[in-house]
């Protein structure tokens, strides 16, 4: 049997990495985070020639070895520390064909550590295209390394791929630069006092900014009192040995690689001349936005309704055929209801992730970033700020993990906080539900009511956001450091198996993290339901019969009234009756009141909670959505769910911080709990106000 | 004739002449914004900021501030 071999990939960003990676490892990888940090871990299993296995490891996107992130510190971590498992056997750098020099600036940091190192250059197909002429063996010798031409797109090359990380041992591990060539007189006495180690990695070690991780921890101590040199002194040595880099670079493609310019057809100037234009720009930004929400509004309607089908029946089924008994009411009016409020949503959920991997992979969301950085600097953020608030309309979690690349601490602050306003996939279960239920069906210019409300609630988001950024940029006083550099890179067509696999991963991430919470709350809550103290619980029947032999009722009907009045004295009811005098003023009940609380833990409950609660006693074959439309309300009469309650509940999901898991997403990215407390209380304070106000208005 | 990376026209080119190192942050050196290199301004944003540029083949936008720190030597005309 023989060992795995383990192999790092490494490259730009936007080189199409993960196409090469998704080519090897295809669907057998799984995706976690790096102890103890918030990067994700991408791993992979690939069977190579012979029998072999490689485990491989995808890490984060970076243009150097110089880390400025938490992202690309991950990379330098692991490379500098032969005792991690993970400690690539041979690294695979993989470049994009148009920007060979700039890729093959990490290529020579890498090999210049002694790693074998194998180059791989991507999107071969588009060579042709661009002109360009590659003398792959006088580059391989050059670079001293071999080289594997490929194409995701036409799935070409991997084979070879696969062959090269098999015979790795054959590979030199000659570096391309001697360090020595930066700063002689330094280098050399660094050599006198280390000299076991490679002078590269300790001048990797000296100079890195940011320490992160535990590795080497002893070594960066005791260089650090070997420093002798001020900051602005290696920053310069950092610079020379960039242009050095550059140098040897030059000199190589100028032997390796010919251009014809002239032949190159570039689609880019064509497409950035419209898509990053002062008007046109802005406008089809919009456009595109409008689509989006017009598409997964409409399109999901037909799966969701199925979905929505599927589980009433699997709950009569469950009744029907299992024996009746606590395990069986537990199943179908706990468990089946509950799961059924999340699931549903899924078609939604993966539609909006499909839009966000188009946009990404398509090199589209660079030119968002570079139209709106002006924009975005007026209310204290930055054009990168844009991400995540896009994909915030997906997850706040993802997005504030992608404030990462937002150099400046301040502008990436102001984005973290203001992030959770963005309309979260989350919200959506709770706002469809509820706009389903007040917002009459018709038309206005052609547009839907329902839809047309929907993206009201997507721009007062997106608006609190700003506005609340403009204020925390004049009350925040942190000092201003700002860079902005972002990579433009070319346009492409998005890869059907990279969109899908994000799709999917992320859909199945998001149910089953979801999922988990709710099935947990909905048993509980079941149970909550179910039972209660005292007599008035237990003689329940007794009671409703007693105090209701004047009026005449059927048998259904006197079912329904023990029922309820079963569950106003079950625990659930007693707790919702207690913190009832405070939401009554929002028009909501004591059963919204325990949605909401429990919605606390994360906000697609609400509609799990409240199916749940519902379905408790009710014997009848309804959808949760039939199920909220009968609810009337105890002291005025008519629906419960009526226009007024109905806009202070949407209100009040907008703005509320209700989302345990983005609590802790900030703390980790903050480091303190100063600022996700300070989201919970004043997100959530603010949201009380707002629905209150908007209730009594329209009451 | 010698002028900051934020003087720059639209589609015109220059060759880069100096970096003041302390302002620029080391990333964009590495992505090549280098003594030597052939720089363009591909487009601008509204009120020329951020700019789009194209060094030596890399596409990248930058905000005006940090052009203010690039000298460029334009071609004679």
Not at chain 1, 395 to 412: L, Y
Request: glycine share 6%.
């Amino acid at each position: 049997m023989s060992k795995q071999i383990n192999v790092a990939l490494i490259g730009n960003p936007n080189t199409g990495k993960t196409s090469v990676f998704n080519a090897l490892t295809g669907l057998n990888q799984k995706v976690g985070n790096y102890p103890g940090i918030t990067v994700e871990k991408k791993q992979g299993l690939c069977k190579l020639p012979r029998g072999v296995k490689a485990h491989i490891i995808d890490l984060p996107g970076t243009y150097s070895l110089n880390a400025s992130s938490l992202d690309e510190n991950v990379v330098i971590e692991l490379l500098l520390n032969k005792n991690d498992k993970d400690f690539p056997d041979v690294a695979v750098v993989v470049s994009d064909v148009e920007n060979l020099k700039r890729n093959l600036l990490l290529f020579t940091q890498i090999k210049d550590l002694e790693i074998p190192t194998i180059l791989v250059i991507n999107m071969s197909d588009r060579m042709r295209k661009k002109g360009i002429l590659l003398d792959i063996p006088l580059l391989e010798k050059e670079l001293n390394t071999k080289i594997a031409l490929v194409s995701t797109r036409k799935r070409e090359g991997i084979d070879n791929l696969k062959q090269l990380i098999a015979d790795y041992r054959k590979l030199s591990t000659e570096p391309c630069l001697k360090a020595s060539e930066i700063d002689s007189v330094y280098f050399d006495s660094l050599k006198e006092a280390f000299p076991n180690q490679l002078l590269y990695k300790l001048w990797l070690v000296i100079t890195q900014d940011v320490n992160f991780g535990k590795t080497d921890r002893n070594e960066i101590e005791t260089i650090n009192s070997f420093k002798t040199k001020s900051k602005a002194d290696l920053k310069r040595l950092q610079q020379k040995e960039t242009i050095k880099r550059y140098q040897f670079i030059n000199n190589t493609l100028k032997k390796g690689q010919t251009v014809d310019l002239a032949s190159a057809t570039d689609l880019r100037i064509k497409l950035d001349r419209i898509l990053t234009h002062k008007v046109w720009g802005y406008l089809i930004f919009g456009v595109i936005l409008l689509t989006i929400f017009q598409a997964i509004y409409d399109w999901a309607q037909v799966p969701m309704d199925l979905i929505d089908r599927l589980f009433v029946f699997l709950s009569e089924w469950t009744k029907s055929a299992l024996p009746s008994g606590v395990f069986t009411s537990l199943l179908a009016e706990g468990i089946i209801p509950g799961l059924g409020g999340i699931v549903i949503f899924i078609p939604q959920i993966a539609f909006l992730f499909l839009f966000i991997s188009l946009l990404e992979e398509s090199g589209y969301m660079s030119r968002v970033v570079f139209l709106m950085d002006r924009i975005m600097r007026r209310f204290g953020l930055s054009g990168k700020s844009v991400v995540p608030l896009i994909s915030g309309t997906a997850c706040a979690i993802p997005a504030i993990m992608a404030t990462r690349n937002i150099e400046s601490w301040k502008e990436r602050l102001i984005t973290i906080l203001v992030t959770p306003f963005t309309t979260c996939s989350a919200r959506l279960p709770v706002y469809l539900i509820i706009i389903e239920l007040v917002i009459p069906e018709g038309r206005f210019l052609g547009l839907g009511y329902q839809p047309l409300t929907l993206m009201l609630l997507y721009i007062i988001g997106f608006a609190t956001a700003l506005v609340s950024a403009w204020m925390l940029d004049r009350i925040l006083k942190i000092k201003k450091k700002t860079f902005f550099v972002v990579e433009m890179p070319n346009y492409k067509l998005p890869l059907f198996k990279n969109v899908a696999i994000t799709v999917i991963e992320k859909t199945k991430a998001f149910v089953f993290g979801a999922g988990k919470i709710i099935l947990a709350i909905s048993i509980i809550l079941w149970f909550l339901a179910s039972y209660g103290p005292g007599d008035d619980f237990n003689n329940a029947a007794e009671i409703v019969s007693a105090q209701s032999s004047s009026k005449d009722f059927s048998s259904e009907e006197l079912r329904e009234e023990i029922a309820s009045y079963k569950l106003e004295h079950s625990y659930i009811g007693i707790a919702g009756h207690a913190i009832e005098p405070a939401i009554r003023p929002l028009g909501y009940d004591w059963k919204i009141g325990i949605a909401i609380v429990s919605s606390f833990a994360a906000r697609e409950v609400f509609v799990g909670t409240l199916a749940t609660i519902y379905s408790v006693g009710s014997g009848d074959q309804e959808t949760i959505k039939s199920r909220m439309a009968g609810e009337v309300n105890p002291i005025l009469g008519g629906p419960l769910f009526n226009f007024a309650s109905g806009i202070s509940l949407l209100l009040f999901y907008a703005f509320a911080m209700q989302c345990a898991s983005t609590l802790a997403i900030v703390k980790k990215e903050t480091n303190t709990w100063k600022w996700p407390m300070l989201q919970l209380f004043i997100m959530s304070g603010f949201a009380y106000v707002v629905a209150l106000v908007a209730y009594q208005l329209l009451i | 004739m010698q002028i900051t990376l934020a003087q720059l026209k639209r589609g015109q080119h220059g060759i880069i002449a100096d970096v003041s190192s302390i302002h620029i942050p080391l990333k964009l050196l590495e992505m090549g914004c280098l003594p030597g290199n052939l720089v363009e301004l591909v487009q601008v944003a509204p009120f020329s900021d951020p700019m789009y540029l194209n060094i030596n083949g890399t596409h990248l936008a930058i905000r005006k501030e940090t052009a203010l720190h690039i000298i460029i030597d334009l071609p004679d005309v």
